[in-house]
């Protein structure tokens, strides 16, 4: 028989046990980590202190508490002191045998939603880019000859003309640039699943942005020191996080603006497989900036490739994120409003005993 704690310690939500003065006497494992706060530090204290729903509950839960009826509110905005409100489904439920005291719990949805939404954009993915790769092979030779034809009939043209010749030379050696980068993601090898700090890949591509093509921007770090090791490959993680701020320093517009990379850790984190089997991903990393914002038109879409924002954009980069942690079978996800785009990547640790992925 399993015990009382056990079950407690292992439901997957959020779940907090309140007094009749609605303070808490008790959390669980995800509502430590929903809190970003250890069971002992809020024990005692008043959960609308801790918690904040969007929506006048407190009269309903007085009049639960009254009738001994359960309280269900679908699909309203909780936040708490250290993380943004998340949409969920929120329940209320008498403790059988103790009078006055409560069980609150969580479901979050907006991140089943995004779930869903990610899980569409990767098949979606994988789809247009084997399409792709195969019109980017065929098409690589006609452009070939293209080149050589043009180059051959530069060298019996009169000065005036060679900027025809020169401009199809320069466009088939675009196009050709574009579809390498198309046939990258075939030629991904799998990842090198190796136990990685991730602090060091941040810092090295920090380092590179502010050498290269984010030397406008700030760049700015809130780490979380005790963060476990990650499972996965150094380097391409490095190339993912390399395309976040790439894309965050180009919709600044060579305009001064600030980048955060957070990491925090979220124990209560798991993705859910289609078979029904879970996965906890509680490494978390946020990229973090204050341009404008994606369009409100591709955000949906952001994943899929060729979908850009900008005017001459491939919308390569964000497929290419997408696959590879798709690849490290981790999660990512975006938030944009003008002011503050958030992507934030989801990873498994290195188990503390074995090494191996949890």
């Not at 292992?10 to 006497?25: K, M, R």
Request: glycine share 8%; net charge negative; aromatic share 6%.
């Amino acid at each position: 028989m399993i015990s009382d704690t056990a079950l407690w310690a292992s439901l997957p939500v959020p779940a907090f046990l309140i007094d009749a003065e609605d303070c808490i006497l008790d959390v669980n494992s995800a509502g430590e980590g929903f809190l970003n706060a250890s069971c002992k530090s809020v024990l005692g204290h008043p959960i609308w202190d801790q918690i904040a729903i969007d929506a006048p509950i407190e009269d309903a839960l007085l009049r639960s508490r009254r009738d001994g009826t359960p309280l269900f509110v679908n699909d309203i905005d909780v936040g708490s002191g250290s993380r943004a409100p998340l949409q969920c489904g929120v329940q209320f439920a008498h403790v059988v045998g103790k009078p006055g005291q409560m069980l609150l719990m969580l479901t979050p949805r907006e991140l089943a939603g995004s779930m869903t939404r990610a899980q569409s954009a990767k098949s979606a993915a994988q789809s247009a880019i084997g399409m792709a790769e195969m019109l980017a092979h065929e098409i690589k030779n006609p452009l070939a000859g293209i080149t050589g034809a043009a180059q051959l009939l530069s060298m019996n043209l009169a000065q005036d003309d060679l900027e025809l010749t020169d401009l199809i030379v320069e466009e088939c050696r675009r196009i050709v640039k574009l579809l390498d980068q198309v046939e990258q993601f075939g030629n991904l090898s799998p990842p090198d699943f190796q136990p990685v700090n991730l602090h060091d890949v941040l810092d090295r591509a920090r380092r590179s942005a502010l050498l290269g093509f984010g030397a406008h921007m700030t760049i700015v770090d809130d780490y979380d020191p005790s963060l476990p090791m990650a499972w996965g490959d150094a380097d391409q993680l490095l190339q993912v996080v390399l395309n976040l701020l790439k894309n965050a320093s180009e919709a600044a517009e060579n305009k001064h603006g600030t980048i955060k990379i957070r990491t925090f850790y979220e124990h209560s984190f798991r993705l859910r497989r289609s078979d029904g089997t879970g996965k906890t991903l509680p490494l978390q990393i946020e990229v973090i900036d204050d341009g404008p914002g994606l369009p409100p038109a591709i955000q949906e879409d952001v994943f899929d490739p060729f979908v850009s924002g900008r005017e001459n954009g491939t919308g390569l980069g964000l497929a290419l994120v997408s696959k590879i942690i798709s690849d490290h079978k981790g999660w990512i996800s975006v938030s944009s409003t003008p002011g503050r785009t958030v992507f934030r990547l989801s990873l498994s640790r290195v188990q503390r005993d074995k090494k191996v992925q949890e």
